[in-house]
């Protein structure tokens, strides 16, 4: 049976992979979509930007229901430009724009891009980081959590 935990993580990054102009977006940024922990990711040589990081995080705790789990999964999405841009914050509000509008949420629908795994997703307040602190790239953190069900086993 497939991992439902896998297989929601996999979906958003399907999910933020269609950003390019060629779906009505701004930006490639979804040619460049990576899964891992930033730090780790721009340390590596001829590490390309923009660069969408699908990075763990805190999950919400989960909600009960009858013999189920009701799961939020927590993930950061960061955004990460060049900071040798001239115009580097430009860019940045191009992708973080362009992500805001492929993760929203429709009211009352499931997202069809997770289903049947995914139950809804929840987006936090984005948060800017400036280039520095041993970090050269300027970035955009967006909290986000995908909501699922994990079901019980009953012996």
């Known amino acids: 049976m497939p991992n439902k935990l896998s297989l929601i993580r996999r979906a958003l990054l399907a999910r933020l992979g269609t950003i390019t102009p060629a779906n ?25 930007y923009p660069l969408i990081v699908v990075q763990p995080a805190k999950d919400q705790a989960p ?9 939020a999964r ?7 430009v060049s900071s040798q841009l ?5 860019e940045l509000d191009e992708i973080e724009l ?29 948060e800017r980081h400036p280039p520095g602190d041993g970090m050269s790239p300027a970035a955009v953190l967006i909290p986000v959590y995908l909501h699922t069900v994990i079901e019980g086993r009953i012996p």
């Open 24 to 48: 009505g977006y701004r930006t490639e940024a979804g040619a460049n979509v990576q899964s891992g922990w930033l730090n780790e990711l721009i340390a590596q040589e001829g590490i390309s």
């Open 63 to 71: 909600g009960k229901g009858p013999a189920a789990l009701r799961m």
């Open 74 to 80: 927590g993930f950061h999405v960061i955004l990460a």
């Open 86 to 90: 001239n115009d580097y914050e430009d």
């Open 98 to 126: 362009d992500v805001l509008e492929v993760l929203m949420p429709i009211e009352g629908q499931f997202p069809q891009w997770g289903r049947p795994h995914l139950a809804g997703i929840t987006v936090g307040a984005p």
